[in-house]
Each structure stands twice: as structure tokens, then as C-alpha cells.
């Protein structure tokens, strides 16, 4: 590593005008994310005509910062209003919300800046220093590899959002389902679409994602007849000490490791990550039976590895020009309409504009914390409203946002209709949380499938003879039995113990 050119680089990240450019993108971020419908890829798609009147490192800051901030702007409005900005956000709604319910938003809210920070500054320091090897081990990573990682995602799903593991996993594959509807992959063969031309493109996630948290919380509110929520009013960020850092330090670690190395495949992103990371921390507790009722580390753990994922995503998509994720695509976009072309001879023919991506990201991963402190003023002055104003604002919203997919009123309608199923989901103790990870997991687990399968002519070994592959599908193995396994071996500590005390 040339440190010149390393101290050059930061150098000019912070020159006046650019580091202004990461402050308002880091901004700008933070409100785009927070906005259910409004995610990150749009907010980038939103702001690039701003970019072409700019130079190319001023452009490319602003963009990155942007994406920075977004990864945190989702945490706010999921904790608060159990509405998930962004889908990398949907893990964060289970323990964060109950932590809102109970007077703790503050601090919910003040874990999820913490961590935020901790995952992007972590990935972004992982990105300086070794971005070439990991890039080249991800090339490494197949089709085999990809869809072992979401037999592992799916084996988690039993763990969250539900008391019931079958009730949890039954959403989940409902989840599956639903991201069948549309166009094969491979063939171009319409499935489940009954003759309708809107369902060919199959169903957006946003919209199922807005109506199964937001809109079905809403009419759980209104048919409970809560006349306001129950929150806290005065919603202010605590002052998360070190000490309290230091506590969850291997959930951070954990967690920042498992969303950086998520992040580097490939078409992965930060949904995933934060689903793996959280069902890691709930393997790993010894208070298991408090995730979903307003555990800490629940909020710790997601919002560390959607940030890292960031990161992560990051490394494929400047090394090798391949994106990472659906956001760091249209950053690809953004870097050939200002003449640079990401791939393996950026680092040699460009190491400046390298090295100043990476400082803006650090820098907007840092300075969360004021932007995050904005954002949370912004909409926790809402959760003052009566709640027959402040449910009507969630569905206006929550209308704006799935009309925004598509500009497209049958979006709007797929929204409410998953708000009813989502609120007798909730009512019948089924999980809406896992509907919407099977939908992420869905086409990535059948396109991985049936691609290795094709390439290996059939042969369903092919998924552990490959070392990787293998060592993922162990561990989801593990994942699932292990439940089962302890509470056995518990029960049987238990039954010896009782045994002893009548002897």
C-alpha cells in the first residue's frame, strides 16, 4: 500500500467543499432510508442528475455518502413505528419496536447509531486494507456457495418473529411462494399469474414490505382501540457509554465480520446479512427467550451487519466491477457516466479516486451519529400526534411509498391487501417478519438451484462436495437442530437434578 497516496487521498476527502459533499449525501441518506418506500437504490436514482454538472470525485462522494446513511436512515422509522425503511431494515423491527412499546426508543435508537457506525466504519477499514485478496476470493464463490447461504437464512427464519418455529418457517416458505409469481428466470415461462399482465414481472417486496409491518400495525392499533401509541413521547437518543459498547463487543464483532462477508458476494446485500447476524446472536445468547421482546443485542446485531454489508458490497463493485448489491449497481451506473470504468485496473490507473471513495464512506460512517440525531428529531416529533392523525399519516405514507415503486396504483393495492394478511398473520401468532425474508431469499435460493444443478448436469452432490458449500450447509444444519438438541439435553440436566434431590 502506497501510504502517500493513502494520505493524499484523505486529504482531499477532507478539503471544504468535499467534505461537505459527505455530510449533506450522508444526510440525505439518512432521509431517504427512513422513508418506507424511498430506499437507497431510489434515492441514488433521484439524485444523479444533480451529479452530472459535477466532477467525477465530487459526484462520486455525494453517492457514496448517500448509500453510507441510508444503511442507518432505515433503523428510525422500523424502531419507531415498526415501519422498516429499507428491507436491510426488517430484522431491526424485532426487537426495536418492542424496545419503543416499552418506553426504551432512546435507547433502541441510540444502540442502532452505535452499531451503524461500528459495522460501516469496520467494513469501510476491511475495504482500505484488503479489498484486492477478499475480491479474489469471492470470485471463488458459485452458485452452490450462494444457495447454501440461503438454506442458512431460512433455517434462522425458525428462530424469529414467532414462539412457533413451524408457524415461523410456514411464513417463510409462503414468503417463497409469493416470489415465484412471474417471469421464470431461466425459460421465460409466466408462473401463477393467472392471465394477469401486472403480475408478470412478479410483486414487488416494498409494498408487501410496507403493508405487512406498517399498515397491518395500524389496523392491530385501531382494532385494539389504542387511542394513542404506546410509546414514549418524549423521544430523546440516550448517551450509549463505552462501557455499554464493551458489552455487546463480540455482537459487534460478530456481526460486522458476518456483514462485511456478506456484503463482498455478490447480489447478496445487507437484507441478508442482517438476517444471518441476527439469528447468529440468537444462537450465541444465553437469554434467548428475551430476542423478540425488546432484547438490545436484537438491535445491536442487524443494524452492525447492514452496515458493514455496505461496505462489503463495496469491494466487488470497485475492484472487480461487479456490484455487490442492487444500490452499488447503480453506483457502477454513476461511475461509467462520469468515464471511469470499475474493474481490476481502477486500483492501478486510479488509486486516488479509490482511496477517496473509501475515506468518504469512513467519514459519513462516522458522522451517523449527527445525522442520525436529525433524523430521529424529525420523526419522533410525529409520535407527539394522537394516534387517529399519526395512523393516518402512516397510511398516507405507506401509500406514497408503494405508489413510488413503480408509479404504479396496482403497488398500492398489493399493499393493502398484504396489510390485511399481515395483521391476521400477527393475530394468529404467525410471523410477517419471515414472510418477508422468504420473499428476499426466494429467487436467490431457486436462480442458485437450478443453476448449479444445470451446471453439474443434475447432480445434487455438487452442493457438498464444494468445501464452502458444505461448511455453509453444516452450520445450517447445526442452526437447526441445535434448538431441539439443548433443549433435551437441558431437560435431561433437569430430570438428573430432580432425581438427586429425592435421593
Known sequence: MDFQLLLDGLLTTISPVNLLLVFAGMLIGVFFGSLPGISSSMGIVLMLPFTYYMGILPSIILLVALYAGSSYGGSITAILFNTPGTPESVATTFDGYPMTKQGKAGRALSLAISASAFGGVFSVLIMLFLAPPLSTIALKIQSAEYFALTVLGLIVIASIGTKSPLKAISSGLIGIMIALIGMDPMVGVDRFTFGHIELMNGLE???IMIGAFALAEVLNQVTERHNQINVDKKVSLETVKLIDMIKYK??????????TVIGILPGTGG????????????RSSKNKERFGQGEEEGVVAPETANNAAAGGAMIPTLVLGIPGSPTTAIILAALALQGLQPGPQLMSDQPLM?????????????????GGRIGVKAFAAILKLPYSILGTLIVLLSMVGSYAVGNSMFNVWIMFLFGIIGYFMKKYHFSPAALILGLVLGPMMEENLRRQLLVTNGDYLSFITRPISAVILLFAIVALFYPVIAKAVKNRKNSNGDVSSNM
Open 205 to 207: 417486496m416494498i409494498p
Open 354 to 370: 479509490l482511496y477517496c471513495i473509501f475515506f468518504s464512506m469512513l467519514i459519513a460512517s462516522v458522522t451517523v451519529f449527527i
Open 250 to 259: 463480540w455482537v459487534l464483532l460478530k456481526s460486522a465480520v458476518i456483514g
Open 271 to 282: 437484507s441478508i446479512a442482517s438476517i444471518v447476524s441476527y439469528g447468529e446472536a440468537i
